[in-house]
């Protein structure tokens, strides 16, 4: 039950963003809508339960710093795709790279793919959960242990303590 | 000075923008178009979105804070299923160079 309620608010939050909106009635119409949707496809819409539990008050703590770190991020990939673009910076070493995805959870998954997807120079192409892989397409791989050891690092700093 | 840092952000806003157009016209294949052209949007246009929230009242800045926040939701997500749908039909990369850890899946 919690599940369901959850999905629907995180629908009609969803809801609001496409509106841009904070009207309480869009935020009425867009759970409502969120519930039926919830109700008409189950489980497929339904949050995956996490498993690691993190204090609430450590979450609040270290979300801004994560955010920050998100933020850095993108700053730095997008000056670097810049760069490349207007041919300041080689282009030589594109390619796909597999990542392990350790002791994530399956929130920790998603949050890992999204905050590595947002920076220009990274995309996630597949999560192969046989072998435990995220597979990323990278601007620059010409160091591919680098950067799983950067990707890990980031995670262990910023990330762990907000979203395992 | 708030009109003054409301120009620069609109000149950086359209800056990113259109190196992410001109990257899209420049980069050889699907993948590195995607870096391009879909994320280095993402900043220009929040850029934009600053620049416009400084010279506006409260409904203007929640618009602009709900967009973002829609922004970094959905452009990852949009890239991914691009990128996703070029991986599983085996796009190539155009790059002598490139390297790719899944050619032994295949």
């Given at each position: 039950m919690r599940a369901v309620i959850g999905s629907a608010l995180g629908l009609g939050l969803l809801f609001m963003l496409t509106l841009a909106s904070i009207d309480p009635v869009d935020l009425a119409l867009g759970v409502t809508l969120g519930a039926v949707l919830v109700a008409l496809?189950?489980?497929?819409?339904r949050l995956a339960p996490d498993g690691v539990a993190v204090a609430p008050i450590q979450r609040a703590v270290w979300f801004p710093v994560f955010l920050g770190a998100v933020f850095a991020e993108i700053l730095v990939g997008t000056w670097d795709m810049a760069l490349r673009v207007v041919h300041?910076?080689?282009?030589k070493h594109p390619g796909v790279v597999r990542f392990p995805i350790g002791e994530r959870s399956e929130h920790g998954v998603a949050i890992s793919a999204l905050a590595t997807t947002l920076s220009p120079g990274s995309v996630l192409l597949e999560i192969d959960w046989e072998r435990r892989d995220l597979v990323f397409h990278f601007?620059?791989?010409?160091?591919p242990d680098r950067l799983r050891e950067r990707f890990e690092r980031f995670y262990d700093r910023y990330q762990r303590k907000v979203f395992p | 000075m708030i009109i003054v840092l409301s120009d620069i952000l609109t000149v950086l806003g359209l800056a990113i923008l259109t190196i992410g157009v001109y990257g899209f016209v420049r980069m050889p294949d699907v993948y590195t178009q995607l870096h391009a052209a879909s994320k280095a949007g993402f900043l220009g246009i929040v850029a934009l979105l600053a620049s416009t929230a400084l010279h506006g009242d409260g409904a203007i800045i929640t618009r602009a804070v709900l967009i973002t926040v829609l922004l970094a939701l959905t452009t990852p997500v949009a890239a991914h299923a691009i990128g996703r749908a070029a991986h599983r039909r085996e796009?190539?990369?155009?790059?002598?160079e490139a390297v790719d850890e899944t050619v032994d899946d295949r």
């Open positions: 496809l189950g489980r497929r819409l300041l910076r080689d282009l601007i620059d791989v010409s160091d | 796009e190539p990369m155009h790059i002598s």
